[in-house]
């Protein structure tokens, strides 16, 4: 037991699965005939916005910050596709990035050169983007929002009926994460400012364009993750991320990424979205009112981070 | 630039910097008084009441966030919290007399401090940062506040609403303001000078230090966080005083008006510094600044983006004195 | 030492500490650590680096429990589960790291701890500090003073047993003078002290027993009269010890003459700290910097280093003046630093691989992917060179001190360089790794790099250098040959007593 004990926390990732596994395996228990290919299909469908959004977490989380932004840049994103989509895909899709961008380079300007604390920084900007796009929204009721047919297959089609296409982006995107954060010098400074800016700066690192580029980075994936979010809803509200904006944090931390920096990776925060995923699943299934469910979510994420502090302790 | 002039350039950088955090939030306050005063010259009795009224949520909410700040933590779920002592009043004083509703509200702080004391102790105990466990709290309690009080409703009796809009002493003087300056000086003030204030801005300072002197600083944070869930139950009541009825969902603008109050209010995010004046002058003047737009006929949607903005203006002038310093 | 004795009825016997064990995740900070302190008596806690003194003080005192282990006080098995517990059994420390709440003025740092400022007062007077302005906050204050403000706390609290961790490490010898005529006097009065010191003078001095710790276990109690070879041999364990005593590679005269000097600093100002400093470093030379605490030593490294931005005068490598604005900037023109405080250089979480590599990455070109294979043989090589153990490689702060630093300065090797500036780098670190250290200094300086050594313990220019030169009040107020560099010679200059010299260096 110990010795299984002892190889959980050398391993955590490894733990994070068999718990998942766990999850699943329980939603069969409770419910045999549940867990089908189309349900697997479905919940990779949906866990991959969260991934894509915890993927930007993931990189800010690294050097010690957090992005409290990325629920209003998701919105924002899919908001500006949907009102700009009449005057053509490619224009309303750029015009969405580019929100993510600036949004990126106010913030990275904000955390890496005038050194405000991420909190307050995303905090702010986030603020500003929602208002602003309340504000965009007055302006815009005339024309009626539509997602293009592109974004709508992209968040919710299916290959063959099976294969959700946005698992091609999700998986793209995580390759580039895991290439990046092991096998490039861009990573490991990531790792390096998280764990001691301090020391970086004396071995010559200038820290700001670390920070700088992975504000921008984690701002251009909540954007798209935007996309994915309204392609498959296929409706742009202005509330559409908000609820993503604790499960974007809790599943970096589940998957073992220290809010202090320098320690985890992407691949924890993968098993972090699908185990958040599931447990929405769960709760779904439960047939419990919706405040209870959302109590329980919370809970159970409290718990699993409790438990995650304690292995690694 | 010659040496001196470097030296000149960077102290007067740093007193600017240090001069702002001092005096900045009331002069910005007096300077958007007067420029609401400029806007809109019949700006009276009336309005400075409306305004307190308007005000006082979030200036408890900003007190209960300044407070955990000091203390090195931060609080996400303030905006619940407050949702719950709403929805709690408005659920529970529907069909009270007066004299019970008073009873009440003393009971829904007292939950409001249970709620702060169970932030702090799962923060304590569990080790996961205070962010996560606030986020995540301030989920739960919006459930909590859901279950309580499915759709906006409930309501108090009137005589208890009259005790928040009316202004018995004085014309100028709001019972709302009152309120504020008595909730804040009957309970902050005298902690803030004791023994037990000095170990919250010692834990706030340096933990190990603050242990070393003799101070506990997993109580002193549970201590932080319930005396913060008591002015979020205020808070809560105040709500449901000043509109009358109990909205589930309500809270959420007060988390982070609450740490935007906090930061424009001069109290550093690292701990240890600043008060509960600054904040308090805050929320007034976040509270002022969509009634300004209203004067203006100004869409008062933009309130939402100015208090994006001046957040971030004011975190990056700080940052940006700290950045000159640097250089010279 | 064992476990589960009766406690002894010695009426002398006010502090017993027997079998205490500690460890941190997998590190194992204390082994069976025990220590007997009598009344009246001053009592020396010695050990190497990461020996576990420090540790066994917070166990004392109450700072975090003991995973094994007994602690009575005059005969009363106690256990105290905070400082505060420990104070009120009259057992009161003075930490290695201040115990001052920065934030709080001196004055409420008294309240909060409950100690009477009148008091706190009266053991200021004998310490010379009255002056010191209550009113201040802590952050204001430097660190010499504050830990002289927290041991007038932990005097003021009457302690039956005071102990002090390292209180001499930062102070300048004066002031040291005057803490050890406190801590006399408060022997005189009948109380104890328990005294960790690197400085074996100091121990002989003013201590009367001494306990030796060595990987978490006491290993001996002796008597301060004995030979400092024994206390070494314990410390050190007898082969180590006998490796350390070899003397270091004598000074190879490697100097290259004629060429533009390595490093040359003209006049070189920066607030008022420092004025006027100029002084030249020749390829392949070890040139010692000497000064006691706070002359400018601290800001002429971070000039030179980049760190911070002298604000008049020039400084150039290799015959070429440089612009320095970022310690990039000097790491481009080959110097590079070694801090102070190697924590501050590392990360402590990552492993030796990344904490070496780290520097690599400065530039643009290299955010791209890493070749894996031409940097584990760079970091292999440096690694190697400077025989850092590698048991615990996954997290650089699993090492001891010793191999902390060997990791910042293999970082400098992997990268190349020409200058080394190395500012105290044997700072608490055992006697064992501290030679090694001097050894690859000679060896470097050997091979045409040079170094600019600062060290806060003068024997060391000795061993260590060619040249040295001595700060005094931001100003250099002696140049010498390192044969001449003996501790009295330094120690007059240091304090500014020798005649105004010419401060030139040797064309």
């Known amino acids: ?313 | 630039m010659s040496a001196a002039n470097k030296m000149e350039a960077s102290s007067a950088a740093h007193s600017l910097s240090r001069y702002l955090r001092a005096t900045g939030m009331p002069l910005l306050f007096l300077a958007s008084i007067l420029a609401t005063l400029a806007i809109h010259r019949d700006f009276g009795a009336f309005d400075v009441q409306s305004l307190a009224l308007g005000a006082l949520p979030l200036a408890m909410a900003a007190t209960a966030q300044a407070i955990v700040v000091i203390s090195g933590g931060i609080d996400l779920s303030v905006g619940s919290m407050i949702a719950v002592a709403n929805v709690l009043s408005a659920s529970l004083m529907q069909h009270a007399s007066f004299r019970q509703s008073l009873g009440l509200a003393v009971l829904i702080i007292l939950v409001g401090a249970v709620q702060g004391a169970i932030n702090g102790t799962l923060i304590v105990l569990s080790r996961i940062p205070d962010i996560v466990v606030t986020l995540t709290t301030g989920f739960i309690w919006g459930g909590v506040a859901l279950l309580i009080l499915e759709r906006p409703g409930g309501g108090a009796p009137s005589d208890f609403l009259e005790i928040g809009a009316g202004a018995d002493l004085s014309p100028v003087l709001p019972n709302a303001l009152l309120l504020l300056i008595v909730a804040v000086g009957v309970i902050w003030v005298p902690i803030r000078s004791s023994r037990l204030g000095l170990s919250l801005y010692a834990t706030g300072s340096d933990p190990i230090a603050a242990f070393r002197s003799g101070v506990d600083p997993r109580l002193a944070r549970i201590l932080a966080y319930g005396l913060g869930g008591v002015f979020c139950g205020i808070g809560g009541v105040a709500l449901t005083m000043t509109t009358g009825i109990g909205a589930p969902l309500a809270g959420a603008y007060y988390t982070l008006s609450s740490v935007a109050a906090v930061v424009i209010g001069g109290v550093s995010l690292n701990g240890g510094r600043g008060g509960v004046l600054g904040p308090v002058l805050a929320a007034l003047l976040l509270t002022l600044l969509p009634m300004d737009l209203i004067f203006l006929n100004i869409d008062p949607n933009y309130g939402q983006v100015i208090q994006g903005t001046l957040i971030v203006l004011v975190v990056m002038i700080g940052g940006f004195a700290a950045f000159m310093q640097g250089r010279s | 030492m064992q476990n589960g004795r009766p406690v002894s009825a010695d009426e002398n016997l006010l502090l017993r500490v027997t079998g205490v064990a500690k460890r941190f995740g997998s590190v194992i900070a204390l082994r069976a650590a025990g220590l007997e302190l009598h009344a009246g008596e001053i009592h020396a806690l010695m050990g190497a680096n990461g020996a576990g003194k420090s540790t066994l003080v917070k166990v004392i005192t109450g700072e975090f429990p003991a995973d094994a282990g007994e602690l009575a006080v005059a005969g009363a098995v106690s256990v105290f589960r905070s400082p505060a517990e420990a104070r009120r059994a009259g057992i009161v420390s003075v930490y290695q790291d201040p115990a001052l709440v920065p934030d709080l003025t001196i004055a409420q740092n008294m309240r909060l701890a409950r100690v009477p400022l009148e008091a706190v007062r009266d053991v200021m007077r004998e310490l010379g500090i009255e002056r010191l302005d209550l009113t201040r906050r802590a952050r204001e204050i430097d660190y010499p003073h504050l830990r002289l403000i927290d041991l007038s706390r932990a005097l003021a609290s009457k302690p039956r047993i005071l102990i002090l961790d390292e209180i001499t490490a930062a102070l300048p010898a004066d002031l040291s003078e005057r803490v050890f005529a406190v801590v006399r006097d408060w022997r005189r009065r009948g109380h104890s002290v328990i005294f960790i010191s690197h400085r074996m003078a100091e121990v002989a001095a003013l201590a009367d027993r001494a306990t030796i710790l060595r990987d978490g276990v006491t290993v001996g109690v002796t008597s301060t009269r004995d030979a400092e070879e024994k206390i070494v041999d314990m410390m050190l364990g007898a082969e180590v010890a006998k490796a350390a005593a070899e003397a270091p590679p004598r000074a190879a005269a490697g100097i290259i003459r004629g060429a533009a000097p390595a490093l040359e600093v003209r006049d070189l100002g920066f607030g008022h700290t420092l004025s006027g400093v100029s002084f030249r470093l020749g390829v392949g030379e070890i040139l010692g910097v000497a000064a006691l605490e706070g002359q400018g030593q601290q800001e002429l490294f971070d000039c030179i280093a980049g760190v911070r931005r002298a604000a008049s005068g020039e400084i150039l490598a290799n015959g070429r003046a440089l612009e320095l604005r970022h310690p990039a900037d000097a790491i481009r023109a080959g110097l590079v630093l070694v801090p102070a405080n190697r924590l501050h250089a590392l990360l402590p979480q990552r492993s030796i691989r990344e904490n070496v590599a780290l520097s690599s990455f400065a530039t643009f070109r290299a955010w791209g992917p890493i070749t894996m294979r031409a940097e584990r043989k760079r970091v292999e090589n440096a690694v190697e060179r400077l025989s850092i153990d590698r048991r615990a490689s996954a997290e650089v702060r699993r090492l001891s001190g010793g191999n902390q630093q060997k990791v910042v300065i293999a970082r400098w090797l992997a990268s190349g360089f020409r200058t080394l500036l190395c500012f105290d780098p044997t700072r608490g670190i055992d006697i064992g790794t501290k030679r090694q250290i001097y050894a690859l200094l000679r060896e470097i300086a050997a091979q045409g790099a040079s170094v600019l050594l600062f060290t806060s313990e003068l024997p060391e220019i000795r061993l260590a250098c060619d040249r040295a030169i001595v700060l005094f009040a931001g100003r250099i107020t002696a140049e010498m040959p390192a044969a001449e560099a003996d501790e009295a010679h330094l120690l007059r200059a240091a304090h500014g007593l020798t005649a105004a010299e010419p401060a030139e260096a040797p064309a």
């Open chain 1, 1 to 313: 037991m110990s010795k299984a004990l002892a190889l959980l926390r050398g391993h955590t990732i490894l733990a994070l699965v068999l718990l998942l596994a766990v999850f699943v395996l329980g939603i069969e228990i409770a419910r045999p005939g549940t867990v089908t290919p189309l349900w697997v299909s479905n919940a990779l469908l949906f866990a991959a916005p969260l991934a894509i959004l915890g993927a930007g977490q993931t990189l800010v989380m690294l050097t010690g910050g957090i992005d409290l932004s990325v629920a209003s840049v998701a919105t924002g994103s899919a908001y500006i596709l949907a009102t700009n989509a009449a005057s053509g895909d490619g224009f309303a899709l750029a015009l969405a990035l580019v929100l993510g961008l600036a949004v990126g380079i106010v913030n990275g300007l904000g955390v890496a050169v005038l050194r405000v604390q991420p909190l307050v920084m995303t905090l702010g900007t986030g603020l500003m983007v929602g208002g602003a796009m309340t504000v965009y929204s007055q302006y815009m009721l005339a024309s009626q929002p539509h997602v293009p047919a592109m974004i709508q297959t992209l968040g919710a089609g299916k290959l063959i009926g099976l294969i959700p296409v946005d698992l091609f982006l999700w998986a793209a995107i995580a390759a580039l994460m895991l290439f990046t954060l092991h096998r490039t010098g861009f990573g490991r400074l990531l790792y390096a400012v998280g764990d001691n800016r301090e020391a970086c700066h004396l071995a010559g690192i200038r820290v700001w364009r670390v920070l700088f580029l992975d504000y921008v980075l984690c701002a251009l994936l909540a954007a798209i993750a935007g996309l994915v979010l309204v392609g498959g809803t296929n409706a742009a509200d202005l509330s559409l991320a908000d609820v993503y904006l604790l499960p974007s944090v809790a599943c970096v931390i589940i998957g073992g990424t220290s809010i202090f920096g320098g320690r985890g990776g992407y691949a924890g925060t993968i098993v972090g979205a699908l185990i958040l995923t599931v447990l929405t699943s769960i709760l779904t299934l439960l047939d419990v009112p919706e405040p209870v469910k959302q109590i329980l979510y919370g809970a159970i994420i409290l718990s699993l981070a409790a438990a995650y502090a304690r292995l690694t302790a």
